[in-house]
């Protein structure tokens, strides 16, 4: 079988649409994706950086630590605090249990002294009724 070139302008014409008309449409379909992509692209882009801006410190120099490292660092922070308060809890606790300790010592002197104070005034009154004293 043997392929023949168009003899006339139809001819020409199917020919060049047939090879062409695919092409632009292809072209014309790459070219509309690519632009709604970029579009994506973009808001991708946009929220990226408005999420940079929340984590990254804006505080320091270049080079300053990120969110995570000062996470990090509260947390070693809290975990210090708290074992600062356990202590804290213990040396009040420690406190009390003297200060506890010594009002019942206080309470048993002062018990102590009221049982002298009433036998010396037991004795006072018995030597006053002696006779001849």
Same mark, same amino acid.
């Given at each position: 079988m043997t392929q023949q070139l168009p003899t006339n302008g139809y001819g020409l014409l199917g020919l060049v649409l047939?090879?062409?008309l695919p092409s632009l449409l292809a072209g014309?379909?790459?070219l509309l994706v690519g632009r709604r992509t970029q579009?994506?692209?973009g808001k991708v882009q946009t929220t990226i950086n408005r999420v940079d801006g929340q984590v990254t410190n804006g505080h320091g120099a270049e080079g300053s630590p990120n969110l995570r490292d000062d996470i990090d660092d509260v947390k070693t922070m809290l975990a210090d605090h708290g074992?600062?308060?356990? =202590?804290?809890?213990q040396d009040i606790g420690d406190l /009390? =249990?003297?200060l506890r300790d010594e009002r019942?010592?206080?309470i048993r002197g002062d018990q102590e002294r009221a049982v002298e104070h009433q036998a010396?005034?037991?004795e006072d009154? =018995? /030597?006053? /009724?002696r006779p001849g004293t």
């Open positions: 047939l090879l062409i014309g379909t790459t579009n994506k692209v074992r600062d308060i356990r =202590g804290i809890r /009390r =249990g003297e019942s010592d206080r010396e005034r037991l009154r =018995g /030597r006053d /009724r």
